[in-house]
């Protein structure tokens, strides 16, 4: 059920009024991020798409304009539901705070050329987001924007990170020849290289994890945020510092489903405050459990060992023959010592060259020389096939090393990983950093992340996942959890529902982009099998909200997904927001909204521009990792300085709430 679909705007010839946001994308990255643009930011949104289907989903009969359309009307219908309801999450006001805000104006194009841009009102516009599923087309659109408006705030989606990093290097350049003198705040925010497998790829690879534990990094230090099921009768669990979220209170229910920001009351609640923690019996909670410090990055483990063993190299037929020839050979020398009394080097030295050929017969020795020498005769024709077989071998080896392995056979409580494309990718990356086993089943032998897994000595089945064999192949009777990412929901549905009838507890995480279908899902696969944990993620409603506020100017810290929806880590100052600057800690927080966790006691002129990162030192040395200029032991009653700088959890609609633009003033300049 798509909901009230709204006329599409038919506005070829108005030309769009200045400080709009564009957006240009061909799969549901683009869609997604123009619905956070308008519905929670309420941000005047022109989405510019390929005309024609979509074709990451050849399936589906909608066009993209469709396909964006309907979207809309389901997001439009949602906010008309929470407008005649309790009012938004951050607090009390209507509904719909985007009321005067005209429509998505929705825009076709097969390439986003210097016409296509100009009509679009990049001239005017206050930021551009170019999320197309190629880099090469997305960089030649940010280069043409820079060109078109020096001063257009440009988000770029990039897989590629080192050529993200110059780029963004570039555009930055090119933008302060364009303003001299403009504030190096500013300049920073001026361009931003996201990647949307990046910023969906923890979330993802923890739903493999018992646990289900999220971290985010800041300034040096890990945040860990750990799911937490409904405590028993008269347990009582540690709090951690503080509770993110209530999950849905149909979680631990068979025939219940995972809430979304559909779901209505019955959806997780973040960000609650006490009394609502406390009244939620029989709720399972997200909370901030612990903070640590962050080591240098490590890189992912190969798996099986980095060198080829001789197990590897030779096959087991080969190692017993060469083993008993050793034993024949070690004979034959003890039998010649003990029968001609010659010493037992001369004695191995003979019967070495008896075997190699290499000595003339024994015609006036004794009969047991002579005896000595025939069988070693023998037992070097027979070394003569075993080093062919050597050699053939250690060739095929070398041939086959770059070739893809195969599952072991005695392999048990590995994650199957369905799908080696950008996600999945990096997907793969993160579970071997955490040393996690992993078999990759990729239909595509040319997929982008085979030859990651060859490298990294990952078995790899390649084969239709949707093909009886295929899974058995990857051995997910033993495994412990499923993995489905492919870029195809019902090929991920298709794959977790046979997984689930060879093993019915299996762990399973599905990708899915649609939060109806996936909650039908969730609740079908929960009512057939109550007692195995069953996840559904989609990756544009995970990396939508980073690029959402890149967009605004600023950058996050990282993203938790609870259930289906989404909390965010940011960094902000506190001047410029009257919902801090002035208040303590306690009053700060708003329920739903946001939540002060940190200050940064760092004077600003020393301050790091990104909390992200990680202060350098050198590990390997005496020397300690520097200490963090964060203060996560806040007193309740700390009063918020207009200098200070904070690290809080917000909710979408909260984030949005503190970073949205007065759409009477004038976008910066």
Same mark, same amino acid.
Request: with cysteine; hydrophobic share 45%; glycine share 8%.
């Given at each position: 059920?798509?909901?009230?679909?709204?006329?599409?705007?038919?506005?070829?010839?108005?030309?769009? /009024?200045?400080?709009?946001?564009?957006?240009?994308?061909?799969?549901?990255?683009?869609?997604?991020?123009?619905?956070?643009?308008?519905?929670?930011?309420?941000?005047?949104?022109?989405?510019?798409?390929?005309?024609?289907?979509?074709?990451?989903?050849?399936?589906?009969?909608?066009?993209?304009?469709?396909?964006?359309?309907?979207?809309?009307?389901?997001?439009?219908?949602?906010?008309?539901?929470?407008?005649?309801?309790?009012?938004?999450?951050?607090?009390?006001? /209507?509904?719909?705070?985007?009321?005067?805000?005209?429509?998505?104006?929705?825009?076709? $194009?097969?390439?986003?050329?210097?016409?296509?841009?100009?009509?679009?009102?990049?001239?005017?516009?206050?930021?551009?987001?170019?999320?197309?599923?190629?880099?090469?087309?997305?960089?030649?659109?940010?280069?043409?924007?820079?060109?078109?408006?020096?001063?257009?705030?440009?988000?770029?989606?990039?897989?590629?990170?080192?050529?993200?990093?110059?780029?963004?290097?570039?555009?930055?350049?090119? @933008?302060?020849?364009?303003?001299?003198?403009?504030?190096p705040a500013l300049l920073d925010a001026s361009t931003t290289v996201l990647s949307d497998a990046d910023t969906a790829a923890p979330a993802l690879a923890a739903t493999a994890l018992t646990g289900s534990s999220k971290i985010i990094? #800041?300034?040096?230090?890990?945040?860990?945020?750990?799911?937490?099921?409904?405590?028993?009768?008269?347990?009582?669990?540690?709090?951690?510092?503080?509770?993110?979220?209530?999950?849905?209170?149909?979680?631990?229910?068979? #025939?219940?489903?995972?809430?979304?920001?559909? /779901?209505?009351?019955?959806?997780?609640?973040?960000?609650?405050?006490?009394?609502?923690?406390? =009244?939620?019996?029989?709720?399972?909670?997200?909370?901030?459990?612990?903070?640590?410090?962050?080591?240098?990055?490590?890189?992912?483990?190969?798996?099986?060992?980095?060198?080829?063993?001789?197990?590897?190299?030779?096959?087991?037929?080969?190692?017993?023959s060469a083993l008993g020839f050793a034993l024949a050979a070690v004979a034959l020398v003890i039998v010649s010592v003990l029968t001609t009394e010659d010493s037992l080097p001369h004695s191995a030295y003979l019967i070495l060259l008896?075997?190699?050929?290499?000595?003339?017969?024994?015609?006036?020795?004794?009969?047991?020389?002579?005896?000595?020498?025939?069988?070693?005769?023998?037992?070097?024709?027979?070394?003569?096939?075993?080093?062919?077989?050597?050699?053939?071998?250690?060739?095929?080896?070398?041939?086959?090393?770059?070739?893809?392995?195969?599952?072991?056979?005695?392999?048990?409580?590995?994650?199957?990983?369905?799908?080696?494309?950008?996600?999945?990718?990096?997907?793969?990356?993160?579970?071997?950093?955490?040393?996690?086993?992993?078999?990759?089943?990729?239909?595509?032998?040319?997929?982008?992340?085979?030859?990651?897994?060859?490298?990294?000595?990952?078995?790899?089945?390649?084969?239709?996942?949707?093909?009886?064999?295929?899974?058995?192949? $990857?051995?997910?009777?033993?495994?412990? @959890?499923?993995?489905?990412?492919?870029?195809?929901?019902?090929?991920?549905?298709?794959?977790?529902?046979?997984?689930?009838?060879?093993?019915?507890?299996?762990?399973?995480?599905?990708?899915?982009?649609?939060?109806?279908? $996936?909650?039908?899902?969730?609740?079908?696969?929960?009512?057939?099998?109550?007692?195995?944990?069953?996840?559904?993620?989609?990756?544009?409603?995970?990396?939508?909200?980073?690029?959402?506020?890149?967009?605004?100017?600023?950058?996050?810290?990282?993203?938790?997904?609870?259930?289906?929806?989404?909390?965010?880590?940011?960094?902000?100052?506190?001047?410029?927001?009257?919902?801090?600057?002035?208040?303590?800690?306690?009053?700060?927080?708003?329920?739903?909204?946001?939540?002060?966790?940190?200050?940064?006691?760092?004077?600003?002129?020393?301050?790091?521009?990104?909390?992200?990162?990680?202060?350098?030192?050198?590990?390997?040395?005496?020397?300690?990792?520097?200490?963090?200029?964060?203060?996560?032991?806040?007193?309740?009653?700390?009063?918020?300085?207009?200098?200070?700088?904070?690290?809080? =959890?917000?909710?979408?609609?909260?984030?949005?709430?503190?970073?949205?633009?007065?759409? /009477?003033?004038?976008?910066?300049?």
């Amino acid at each position: 059920m798509l909901g009230f679909v709204p006329p599409l705007p038919q506005q070829p010839g108005r030309p769009p /009024s200045a400080g709009h946001m564009i957006v240009c994308g061909d799969d549901a990255l683009a869609r997604r991020l123009a619905v956070e643009l308008r519905f929670v930011y309420g941000e005047r949104v022109t989405l510019l798409l390929p005309p024609g289907r979509d074709a990451n989903s050849p399936e589906t009969p909608l066009t993209q304009r469709g396909r964006a359309a309907a979207l809309f009307g389901r997001m439009s219908a949602a906010m008309n539901r929470a407008g005649n309801g309790n009012g938004t999450a951050g607090g009390g006001g /209507s509904g719909d705070t985007n009321a005067g805000v005209e429509a998505v104006r929705i825009m076709e $194009a097969p390439e986003p050329s210097d016409d296509v841009l100009e009509e679009a009102g990049v001239d005017r516009a206050a930021a551009l987001a170019l999320v197309y599923d190629d880099d090469e087309r997305n960089i030649r659109a940010a280069l043409t924007a820079r060109r078109l408006n020096p001063r257009l705030r440009l988000v770029i989606r990039l897989y590629n990170r080192k050529l993200g990093q110059h780029l963004e290097e570039l555009l930055d350049q090119a @933008a302060a020849v364009a303003m001299p003198g403009i504030d190096p705040a500013l300049l920073d925010a001026s361009t931003t290289v996201l990647s949307d497998a990046d910023t969906a790829a923890p979330a993802l690879a923890a739903t493999a994890l018992t646990g289900s534990s999220k971290i985010i990094q #800041a300034e040096g230090l890990l945040l860990r945020a750990a799911e937490r099921p409904p405590p028993r009768p008269g347990e009582n669990l540690d709090p951690g510092l503080c509770t993110l979220a209530l999950l849905s209170s149909t979680t631990n229910d068979p #025939a219940g489903s995972e809430g979304s920001d559909s /779901s209505g009351d019955e959806a997780p609640q973040l960000l609650p405050d006490e009394q609502t923690v406390a =009244a939620a019996e029989g709720r399972g909670t997200v909370v901030l459990e612990a903070i640590s410090q962050a080591g240098p990055d490590r890189p992912a483990t190969r798996m099986g060992g980095r060198g080829a063993p001789l197990a590897k190299v030779f096959s087991r037929r080969l190692r017993w023959s060469a083993l008993g020839f050793a034993l024949a050979a070690v004979a034959l020398v003890i039998v010649s010592v003990l029968t001609t009394e010659d010493s037992l080097p001369h004695s191995a030295y003979l019967i070495l060259l008896d075997l190699l050929s290499m000595n003339d017969p024994s015609e006036d020795g004794t009969t047991a020389r002579k005896i000595i020498q025939i069988f070693s005769g023998v037992a070097g024709i027979l070394l003569l096939p075993l080093l062919i077989a050597a050699v053939l071998e250690a060739f095929g080896t070398l041939r086959t090393a770059s070739s893809l392995r195969r599952p072991p056979r005695g392999l048990s409580g590995h994650v199957v990983l369905l799908g080696l494309g950008k996600i999945g990718t990096r997907v793969l990356v993160r579970l071997r950093e955490l040393d996690i086993p992993v078999v990759v089943v990729e239909e595509d032998p040319e997929a982008r992340g085979i030859p990651l897994a060859r490298s990294m000595h990952v078995p790899t089945v390649i084969g239709d996942v949707t093909q009886e064999g295929v899974l058995e192949a $990857a051995k997910i009777h033993r495994a412990h @959890a499923l993995l489905a990412l492919t870029s195809i929901d019902t090929t991920n549905l298709e794959a977790a529902l046979y997984a689930r009838s060879v093993k019915p507890d299996l762990r399973v995480a599905l990708r899915l982009y649609d939060d109806e279908f $996936a909650t039908a899902v969730y609740r079908t696969l929960r009512t057939a099998h109550p007692g195995a944990l069953t996840r559904s993620r989609s990756v544009s409603h995970l990396a939508a909200p980073s690029f959402a506020v890149a967009m605004m100017g600023r950058q996050i810290l990282g993203a938790v997904p609870v259930e289906r929806k989404v909390m965010l880590f940011a960094a902000l100052e506190v001047a410029g927001h009257p919902q801090l600057e002035g208040h303590t800690v306690e009053q700060a927080f708003r329920a739903g909204a946001w939540r002060v966790l940190a200050i940064d006691a760092t004077p600003p002129a020393d301050r790091a521009p990104d909390l992200a990162a990680i202060p350098p030192y050198n590990p390997g040395g005496d020397a300690t990792p520097p200490p963090s200029g964060l203060v996560w032991d806040l007193h309740p009653g700390y009063v918020l300085r207009a200098t200070d700088r904070v690290v809080i =959890a917000a909710t979408r609609r909260g984030l949005a709430e503190l970073l949205r633009r007065q759409r /009477s003033v004038a976008p910066r300049r």
